[in-house]
């Protein structure tokens, strides 16, 4: 296992991004493990979850100010 950190966002575009480390097999691990995280912190189905990105290791955001149209 390695670690990895996912970005994922609602499927419609809407609302916040959510960031996450965990532990994952592969990549291709990392992307379910990702949508399954998110659609549960989120309540919500993975359906409704797009996976944006996976990124190596453990990421240090020191900062994010995320903007909110709606």
Known sequence: MSSYTGFCREVNGLGTIWIQSFDAKDREDAIEVAQKLCAEAWGC?????????????????IYWEDINEN
Not at 48 to 61: E, K, P, S
């Open 45 to 61: 189905g993975e359906d409704g979850v797009h996976v944006l990105g996976i990124a190596r290791g453990n990421v240090d955001i």
